[in-house]
């Protein structure tokens, strides 16, 4: 159906931990387009997320991110898990997918810092697909902060 029926694609993610790719948001949405993602979350799913999004009919389509903020998870996902969750009362729209995940994925470490919890990091499951995202191969979007703008209302 993605190849052959849809012409754009606008996303729809939550902000939420992942135990074993540290995030899931933009980028790796798109896991349930491909057969048996469960191969691909090895190594915290990177370069495996990034390489997805690499696919035309992915990458020439998706022209939005909508991200559900309104009740974030901080960790146990990709389940929902309420202990884990926390009201951040927003969304996060982006047109760059990357921007997107970098900006959620700050607000999850964020999170877990004051909640006491090791960063993703140090649990092996950073998201390092997010700088591969980035990177001169595929320049998917950018994770350099300074080049995110944050409007906030």
Sequence with gaps: MLTRRVNKIVL?????DHGIVGVTMALKNLFGAIHNPNKYHVTAGDPYVADVFMLPPIRQKVRLTICDAITAQYEGGPSFLPQWSWP????????DPVALDYVGWQIIEHKRAEKGLKPLRELQREPAYIARAADARHRIGTNDPRLIERVEI
């Design 88 to 95: 951040f009362n927003g969304l996060i729209v982006s047109r």
């Design 12 to 16: 729809l993610p939550v902000l939420k």
